[in-house]
Structures are given as structure tokens and as C-alpha cells.
């Protein structure tokens, strides 16, 4: 039987892109209802909420859904649902921009948003064997691909701190690809779809980690911490990361952000 931390690490990835993929691209539509004077306000309270406490924006979500809409509706899976909204999601301000003109930024930008649509493919697909199965072929070259251009960055990080910064992140998504792996296995033994779709979600969250970090260091403006989904602590409680790391403004944001996470 399930412990309650099995329960909040499953979660955990789903809660980290509530803000990003539901709740933000609303807030970003109320300009259109003459509400644009609000966004600023409404974007940094739930970063805020969901910061102090984590699942907040799925708490509040699951309960106007199951509140105001139809009982067809209400049995919504959120999980499957932050997979799928992902392609819809205008996430252009993830990616690396276009101040580095380099091949390799290019490069792991399309890759890697290659990656992120292939995944969000997957409550599409898994209906279909034959589709899933070239699906899967897809995700494991995508993340092969990703990872190359991960690797091809390594030459602009000027300092030692920010190649072990982007070291740790990598080893984090290998990790998380390898749960994917893993998960899609033990799919085609059990059929439990919602595994697989947790595992996609921990695979998106770890890729816009991954790209974060590579701004963090390669670029000059500052981030708005409020765009990158925050991880539960008990996910969070396994990483291990040097204050070493941190030595620039920037690199204090990353830090802020990352113990805001697994802080208990």
C-alpha cells in the first residue's frame, strides 16, 4: 500500500506544472478581458502560495473543477492533463535566447522542445499500441538528442561551478529518463497509464531544469523565478547541491529557488 510520501512524490511533477501549464497561460488571457492591470499581481500571488505551500495551484484547480463543472468533467486527471497541455503552453521564454547565437543553443532548443511535445504526445497515443510503440521510439531518440546538445554547451561555461551545476542537472534527468524507461516497462505488465504519465511530467520538469541552468550561466539577464515549476520537498530531499554553486545574483536565484522547494 501507497505510504503518504509515495503519494506526494507521485504527485510532486504534476503540482510543479500546474502553475505553468494551467494556471498561467489563464492569467495571461485576462488582457483580452480587460483585466490586464491584474496579471503582474495574480502571476507573483500563486507563484507565492504554491511556494510556501507545494500543490496548492492542483488543490485549488481540482476544487473549482470539481465545484463548477460538469461530474463528467470532475473526474479530470490532472496528471494526464499537465502531459497533454503541454504543446499548447507558449514556453519560449524557457529556452535559451537569442542573444547566443551559438549552433549548439539553437540546436538544444529545438531538440529539447522536441523532446517536451513528443512527451505531451502521450495521453494521445497510448490509446493506440502500434502509435504508442513508435511514440516511445521517438521520446528515446529525443532524449538521446537532448542530451548531446546538453553536452555541446559545456565549452561557454566560463566557471567550474556552473559545469557541476549543469553536471547535477543532467545526472537528475538521466535518472528521471531511465524512471521513464522503467515506467513504460512495467506499463505494457500492469497498464497503470497515470504511472506513465507522472513519469512524462518528472521528464518535463527536469528539462526546463536542465535549459534554467544553462540560461543561469550563459546568459546575462536575470530570470524570473516565477516561470520554473517548483519540485516538493520530498523530491527535493535527495539532491545534493553545493553552496559553491552560487556566486552571482543569478546564481542566488537558482539557490533561492531550489531550497524554496525543499524546505519542509
Not at 489563464?26 to 507573483?44: A, F, P, R, W
Not at 473526474?75 to 524557457?94: A, G, V
Amino acid at each position: 500500500m501507497a505510504t503518504m510520501d509515495d503519494v506526494t512524490l507521485a504527485s510532486a511533477p504534476t503540482n510543479a506544472l500546474t502553475l505553468p501549464n494551467i494556471i498561467y497561460p489563464v492569467v495571461e488571457q485576462l488582457d483580452k478581458s480587460g483585466y490586464k492591470d491584474i496579471q503582474s499581481d495574480l502571476h507573483t500571488t500563486f507563484f507565492k502560495l504554491e511556494e510556501l505551500y507545494p500543490g496548492f495551484s492542483r488543490s485549488f484547480l481540482q476544487s473549482f473543477i470539481n465545484k463548477e463543472v460538469s461530474p463528467l468533467l470532475a473526474t479530470t486527471n490532472m496528471n494526464e492533463l499537465t502531459l497533454k497541455l503541454e504543446k499548447h503552453c507558449d514556453k519560449s521564454s524557457y529556452f535559451i535566447s537569442s542573444s547566443r547565437g551559438e549552433q549548439e543553443f539553437h540546436e538544444l532548443n529545438i531538440r529539447s522542445k522536441n523532446l517536451k511535445h513528443i512527451l505531451s504526445r502521450i495521453p494521445d497515443d497510448i490509446n493506440e499500441k502500434r502509435e504508442f510503440l513508435e511514440t516511445i521510439k521517438e521520446i528515446a531518440s529525443a532524449i538521446k538528442k537532448t542530451l548531446d546538445s546538453v553536452s555541446n554547451t559545456y565549452q561557454y561555461f566560463k566557471t567550474a561551478e556552473g559545469r557541476q551545476a549543469l553536471e547535477n542537472e543532467k545526472k537528475e534527468f538521466i535518472k528521471y529518463s531511465k524512471n521513464f524507461s522503467n515506467t513504460l516497462k512495467a506499463y505494457f505488465r500492469d497498464s497503470k497509464r497515470d504511472d506513465v504519465y507522472v513519469a512524462a511530467n518528472h521528464l518535463l520538469v527536469q528539462t526546463d531544469y536542465l535549459l534554467r541552468t544553462i540560461k543561469l550561466y550563459c546568459e546575462t539577464d536575470t530570470l524570473d523565478d516565477s516561470l520554473y515549476p517548483l519540485l516538493s520537498h520530498h523530491q527535493n530531499q535527495a539532491r545534493l547541491i553545493s553552496p559553491s554553486r552560487y556566486s552571482s545574483n543569478n546564481n542566488q536565484q537558482h539557490h533561492n529557488l531550489r531550497q524554496s522547494s525543499s524546505s519542509s
